[in-house]
């Protein structure tokens, strides 16, 4: 009898949770943090600082910036349902939109129209120790991948399952839950090309992001190049890669396995980095020479995270609150949905996560790590070519039969969760990713690809998403005490900012030493 092709959840896991008694709003926890580029309106990358009517990205919780000044990131709480989580993703929107004036959201992972690399400006945060420090970070970012790179966007879903459903599957300690967790982690970096196939969304480029010979692309109409399978760019070679980081396997086997790997990785100095220089006539060009900088530099497709405590360190958090929720960092934007990605999506990673929880997970190695890789990269280049193969560790097996098997695991978690929420949300969220498996032209990314068949290019099929996301948001607008409040929310994050400038006390250098001491 051949062996299945992928592991079924534990049933006795399944058992115990379908005999507890769960209150709905208090079972799966997720939230999101949206990238996004702002542009002028001929689809450049906008030059302007951070809107000041959108507050401080320093301090402002849900609006901020990532690697550029002109890259926004929009940021949630946490939500127990799906809807309200896009609720407030769309009402930061309708926020942000407001105040954009002639400047639009580029809606797609794939960046628009580039300037030299040069020209690309990093974040600003202000003259406090903590700004001073991120815009520092991303100096070095640029310094180390080059900015191109870092004006590449993604969707982090962070999700986390409430402690009541961990205490009846028997989880009732913070080593127990860290050790869940990390079985979680270790499962989705087996089976995370599934996310990439179904909703990667970027399968070609503006040619200002980096010409054939560069990229390995090929010419698609004018001034775009693709590969004619890809799912996901972002998540391949042209993407968050790092050579340098490849010299050191990230293991999940343990709290103290990874933390060796990371703590690793933030002590050995590079030679390229060490010529690069820290501080130079004056000017910091990147916080240190080490592999990487701090523990975010580590670029990976999930993380275990733990909420972090003013100037704490995350290693510090995990160690001493163990891991509380996972990052999950393989998401495209959707070009073809308003806030970039809908509630039925989420419901389907929710239950791809829960699966991951409950499946069996064998400890992780150097040998899966590099194969796990090799499949990573196949399904960004080739994923909706017929036929493609993946190598499970037991020979090669067919990605519509593997991505069907991993469909059927989680329909116990469909129902499960239907059962205590009521409604069929969980079994719809799963059903509508089916006919992607029969049908690759269903995907996001071929939706991108057949539009430029049409005669598109890249840049033109994106900015015309960005101007009808546009007038969808404009005929769909906070109310007037919706926007008073967001607005004072702004204020308050500028004052915020400028009472911190005003009260350090404390040497940039000291600081930074101080910051930058291993945990």
Partial sequence: MREKLVPDPSGQALDALRKGRFDPARLLYRGVEK?????DPNGMLA??????????????????????????????????DADDCVQELTDI?????????????WPASMPCKLPAAD????????????????????????????????TISGIHYNFSVDD??????????????TAAYLALIRNFRRYSWLLIYLFGASPAICRTFGSEKETGLLPIGEGSLYLPFATSLRMGPLGYTS???????????????????IRQALSIRHPRYQEIGTLVNGEYRQ?????????????????????????????????????????????????????????????????FLLYCLLAPSPEDSVEEAARLHANQVAVVQRGRKPGLTLDTGRGPEPLSQLAEALLDACEPMADWLDSVKGGHAYASALETQRPSLVDAEQTPSAQVLHRMRQGQSFFRVTMDEAHRIQ??????????????????????????????????TIAFAAHLATYLRLP
């Avoid at 690309?120 to 640029?142: C, D, E, H, M």
């Fill in 471 to 504: 007038t969808w948001f404009q005929q769909t607008p906070l109310s007037s005490t919706e926007a008073k409040e967001w607005s004072a929310r702004a204020v308050s994050s500028l004052n915020d900012q400028h009472e911190l400038e005003v009260s350090e």
């Fill in 93 to 105: 929107h309708r926020f942000v939109w407001s105040q954009l004036k002639d400047e639009l959201i």
């Fill in 243 to 261: 050579d340098a980081q490849r010299q050191i396997h990230v293991s999940f086997n343990s709290l103290d396995d990874y933390a060796r790997s």
């Fill in 164 to 177: 009541a459903a961990l205490a009846t599957l028997g989880i009732n300690s913070v080593d127990a839950r």
């Fill in 287 to 351: 916080l240190t020479d080490t592999l990487i900088q701090i523990e975010n530099e580590f670029y990976g497709t999930i993380r275990p995270k733990r909420p972090l405590q003013s100037g704490e360190r995350p290693l510090t958090a995990l160690f001493d609150r163990g891991v509380g929720y996972v990052e999950v960092r393989c998401l495209d934007l959707n070009p073809f949905i308003p806030t970039g990605i809908d509630a039925a999506q989420m419901r389907f990673i929710d239950l």
């Fill in 35 to 39: 990238e996004s580029l702002r542009v």
């Fill in 47 to 80: 030059h302007t600082p951070h809107p000041r009517a959108l507050g401080s990205a320093l301090m402002h919780p849900q609006i901020t910036t990532d690697f550029c000044e002109s890259q926004l990131e929009l940021i949630t709480g946490v939500h127990p």
């Fill in 119 to 150: 020209q690309i400006p990093i974040g600003q945060y202000g003259t406090s120790n903590k700004g001073r420090t991120k815009t520092v970070y991303r100096r070095g970012l640029a310094n180390r991948y080059g900015p191109v790179m870092q």
